[in-house]
């Protein structure tokens, strides 16, 4: 047995988001009005954009650490311009976010707890989403198990012998699984070493182009029409939008020797199976939606494409073994009950509250089809075409980043000088004080009427000094007084008053004019 590789690629169908543990934190994104984006930032850089007073503001919300302060840090980033990813919002998304931002204190806690934005699994490097491989091979593990399953023996009087010698129904699901893969006779050390799936390597599926994301409610509908909503809250999910594209590689290697796994595996009965399995889950579940007014799916017509299904809210039924379901069913205060389907669906929608089923969509649903060489080669393209855009965006981000620098380096450069002049005038008005208080009341005449803004009673009250004054000293402040008065048009006889004259023939007395 030789081993066996198909390169392959994702269609999303309808939309998807795998869990990654993680949440977009308040402090990480914005939402502003009309616009029908949320902006996630790197909070960081934020804050070392803000000026000294908004970080101020915004460190002092953040350091507070109750749950009252992240309304405070909402209502601080709101409508305020910022840079980062874009992600595109629901309808009801804005009206959300708006009634959260005018909560009272008293009821922060409780509505935040239901304002969570859980993300979508991405790549690190360009923030992109991505499907793990674990997911997908999870999927193919499925499948095939429900074909080993349909074409076994019925199992159910085993199952139901561990259930009376008191195994719990997660060691049901794990026995019967070892059943179907022939792992049951095999040593607990030797478990995964013999599990057949051990061979068949699936890698993580990589985005190409543009592979865009929304933030989705995700509310809970019950299959048969009812007077009564489901139990289940909605909650808030990013997912990978219909039509993105990844592609990945599927592997089945050839076993070292014969017995090296319980059973043989082949690439071909394993696709067999999900096109098998999803494509009756395809149907019972397009049943269940038109049942209710949700619209279908399409399915991709004949040919090497599949449907399969991945990531959360797949469905019950998506994710189990027919044959052999037991899914729990909650009854409210009465319990809960085990069945063979679930009794209600999740769905991706633009409101919290939809008036109509109409425009909900099931989660989930991707074509996995063979990559030809045609169809590889047009993804690269596609692929080499966006990281081209991307490289020439990010070059484009670094140079209005690097203007910033330069503006807030010239910003702080005219900072510091406007510091140095200020301290160097202190310095010299403090001088120039010391000067003064050291002169005497000779000095600080002559120089108070060199100065251009000397006010006229000043100029009258040092003319009254001068009979005090030394024969030189009178002369040097008489001059003064008359370059003053010249200047200013009070010397000749005529433009001056009978007060004046006297002064002006008093100085010309002393300068023997």
């Known amino acids: 047995m030789k081993k066996e590789i198909m390169k392959c690629f994702l269609r999303i169908v309808s939309p998807v988001h795998i ?44 350091k507070k650490g109750d749950i009252g302060s992240i309304l405070d840090v909402y209502k601080f980033l709101r409508n305020r311009p910022v840079e980062g990813r874009p992600v595109q919002i629901c309808t009801d998304f804005q009206k959300h976010y708006d009634q959260v931002l005018s909560l009272p204190r008293q009821r922060v806690k409780q509505e935040l707890n239901k304002f969570t934005v859980y993300r979508t699994a991405y790549c690190s490097r360009d923030e992109r989403p991505y499907i793990p491989g674990s997911t997908v091979k999870g999927a193919l593990r499925t499948a095939y198990l429900n074909m080993l399953s349909d ?81 289940g809250p909605y909650q808030i999910l990013e997912v990978i939008l219909p039509e993105c594209l990844f592609t990945g590689e599927i592997r089945v290697d050839a076993p070292q020797r014969e017995d090296a796994v319980t059973l043989p595996i082949k690439l071909k009965n394993i696709m067999e199976s999900v096109g098998l399995f999803y494509g009756n889950e395809k149907n019972r579940e397009d049943h269940d939606l038109t049942n209710i007014g949700v619209p279908v799916i399409p399915s991709p017509g004949k040919g090497s494409q599949h449907m399969i299904r991945i990531g959360r809210h797949s469905g019950a039924e998506s994710v189990t073994i027919k044959r052999y379901r037991d899914i ?47 169809m590889e080669t047009q993804l690269r393209d596609k692929e080499e075409a966006f990281q081209e855009s991307r ?87 008489a001059q003064m007084l008359k370059d003053y008065w010249q200047q200013r048009g009070k010397w000749a006889k005529k433009n001056c008053s009978k007060k004046q004259w006297l002064k002006v023939q008093k100085i010309q007395g002393i300068l023997g004019e």
Not at 34 to 49: C, K, Q, R, S
Not at 341 to 369: I, Q
């Open 391 to 477: 490289l020439l965006l990010m070059a484009e981000v670094k140079k209005k980043e690097a203007e910033k620098q330069r503006e807030k380096e010239e910003k702080e450069r005219l900072r510091i000088e406007e510091e140095k002049r200020l301290h160097e005038k202190k310095l010299a008005e403090e001088e120039e004080k010391r000067r003064l208080e050291s002169m005497t009341v000779e000095e600080r005449n002559l120089y108070d009427l060199k100065q251009p803004g000397i006010a006229e009673n000043r100029v009258v009250e040092i003319y009254n000094t001068l009979d005090d004054l030394t024969q030189e000293n009178k002369k040097e402040l």
């Open 151 to 231: 074409n076994g023996p019925d199992y159910t009087p085993y199952l139901q012998g561990l259930r009376r010698g008191g195994g719990g129904r997660d060691d049901k699901h794990k026995k019967l699984e070892q059943k179907l893969l022939s792992l049951d006779k095999v040593p607990q050390k030797e478990m995964i070493s013999k599990d057949p799936f051990r061979l068949v390597k699936v890698s993580d599926f990589m985005p190409v182009g543009d592979a865009t994301s929304k933030i989705y409610y995700v509310v809970n509908k019950k299959k048969k029409p009812s007077d009564k909503d489901a139990r």
């Open 328 to 374: 729990k069913i909650m009854l409210g205060k009465k319990g809960n009950t085990f069945q063979d389907h679930a009794t209600t669906l999740w769905l991706a929608s633009e409101f919290r509250s939809p008036k109509s089923n109409g425009s909900l969509s099931p989660f989930g649903w991707t074509e996995l089809a063979v990559l030809t060489s045609d």
């Open 19 to 62: 869990g990654c543990d993680e949440v977009y934190e308040p402090t990480g994104f914005a939402v502003n009005e009309n616009d029908g984006y949320l902006t996630v930032f790197d909070p960081l850089e934020f804050i070392a954009g803000l000026n000294p007073a908004d970080r101020e503001q915004f460190s002092a919300i953040c």
